[in-house]
Each structure stands twice: as structure tokens, then as C-alpha cells.
């Protein structure tokens, strides 16, 4: 079974709106953290968002947000007021068990995010 | 950010030849991972490692080894290039932490024909 699913190969949003990309993610650990990364076409990936599995709240940075739904075993990205600069593949991944453990990290296939002028 | 450096950038190789691609990192982080990017399938994970000469297999480990002889170097090694070892290869440190992040390297372009 996949780790990390995203559903959505490709998403289009117009700019200053915002948009949510989905993950979800199967586990049966208690301690795991969910990561979300944006690679621009130029290729580096860049980290975006993290949320641990004890974390109550949602986790927000700036215009990212991450809307973590635990009983459904979710962990969607949210962008608000997107720019041009979204326009990039975006990745989710798990890293199950506790960090500093050398536990694997595992991603989703992506989603490609075009912002429409 | 982390100073992570992969050689080389890009790499065109033929069918049966081996290739070596390099991971250095000057962080002294313990653990390390190579990945592979391929379209549709996300990135993959086909070695990682818990410090100098200790390393496991990930998911898509057939047909390549790696090595760690000193903490900064994780050397990944093709053993006989094929057509479908064609992909974006990614080393990854991961950061002591709370959360304990990757930061990824700037990845290596192959090509093998």
C-alpha cells in the first residue's frame, strides 16, 4: 500500500485565490511527521510546512497552511492568496516514527500547481 | 541552509557502464539518503544510511550500492547502467531536530543510452 497519496497530478488556481492540494497518508504508528515541499521548475526542493503527529493544532507558515485531519489520516496543503510564484510540483511526505531515529521518509508522487494570471 | 553538495550535475552514460554519483555534506549529519525522481512516481528511496558504514536498502535498491567510508561522503553507484536508471537522483541529509527535516541536495540529471 502507498505511504503517501496525492490524487491530484496537476491543479490550477488564479492568482490571489487560494487553493488546497490534498495528502493523505497511511500509517499505524502513533509518532510520525508530515512534510510538505515545493520544487519550482528549476528543481531544488524546498521545505514548506511540517506537522507532528501530537501537534493539536494546525501548522501555518506564512501563507501556507496545513489542514491535518488525524482520524482520516489527512495532511492537506493549503495556499492562500497564491502568486506566480506557487506555479511548482508539490510533494508530500511522512516520516514515520520518531524524529532523530533514522526512520525512512516517504513522498507522494505530486502535484503540479499552475497559477493562472 | 544545509551544505550539501552533489557531483555531478548531469551525466549522459551508455548501457552496461558503471556510475558513481557523490553526496557531500558539511553539516556532520548521521543520516543520509539517496533518492530518485522519476515522473508519476515521486521520489523513491533507493539507499540511506545511519552513519560511516551502516546502510540499508530502500524501496528501489536493485541495481545500485551505495557507501559511506567517512560521515561528509555517501557515494551512490551504479553497477551496470540501464535505460531505466534514467531518472533525477537526489541526496538528502536529514536535520537533527524536533521535526528533523531533509534538505536536499541540487540532484544529478542521468542519462543512460
Known amino acids: 500500500a502507498q505511504k503517501i497519496t496525492q490524487t491530484q497530478p496537476g491543479m490550477f488556481v488564479q492568482e490571489k485565490e487560494a487553493v488546497t492540494l490534498d495528502c493523505t497518508y497511511d500509517?499505524?504508528?502513533?509518532?510520525?511527521?508530515l512534510f510538505w515541499y515545493k520544487q519550482p521548475s528549476s528543481g531544488e526542493m524546498i521545505f514548506l510546512i511540517y506537522?507532528?503527529?501530537?501537534?493539536?493544532q494546525n501548522a501555518t507558515e506564512g501563507r501556507y497552511s496545513l489542514n491535518f485531519q488525524k482520524a482520516r489520516k489527512s495532511a492537506n496543503l493549503v495556499i492562500s492568496a497564491s502568486q506566480l510564484g506557487d506555479s511548482a510540483m508539490y510533494f508530500c511526505?511522512?516520516?514515520?516514527?520518531?524524529?532523530?531515529?533514522?526512520?525512512?521518509?516517504?513522498f507522494g508522487t505530486g502535484t503540479s500547481l499552475t497559477v493562472i494570471p | 541552509d544545509a551544505g550539501i553538495t552533489q557531483s555531478p550535475r548531469h551525466k549522459v552514460t551508455e548501457t552496461g557502464t558503471p556510475v558513481t554519483l557523490r553526496c557531500h555534506q558539511t553539516?556532520?549529519?548521521?543520516?543520509m539518503y539517496w533518492y530518485r525522481q522519476d515522473p508519476g512516481h515521486g521520489l523513491r528511496l533507493i539507499h540511506y544510511?545511519?552513519?560511516?558504514?551502516?546502510?540499508d536498502k530502500g524501496e528501489v535498491s536493485d541495481g545500485y550500492s551505495v557507501s559511506r567510508s567517512k560521515t561528509e561522503d555517501f557515494l551512490l553507484t551504479l553497477e551496470s547502467a540501464t535505460s531505466s536508471q534514467t531518472s533525477v537522483y537526489f541526496c538528502?541529509?536529514?536535520?537533527?531536530?524536533?521535526?528533523?527535516?531533509?534538505?536536499f541536495g541540487s540532484g544529478t540529471q542521468l542519462s543512460v543510452l
Open positions: 538528502a541529509i536529514s536535520e537533527p531536530g524536533p521535526y528533523e527535516k531533509l534538505f
Open positions: 500509517t499505524s504508528d502513533q509518532s510520525y511527521g
Open positions: 506537522q507532528g503527529s501530537y501537534d493539536e
Open positions: 511526505a511522512m516520516r514515520e516514527g520518531l524524529a532523530n531515529t533514522g526512520n525512512q521518509f516517504y
Open positions: 553539516e556532520n549529519h548521521r543520516y
Open positions: 544510511s545511519y552513519g560511516v558504514k551502516d546502510t
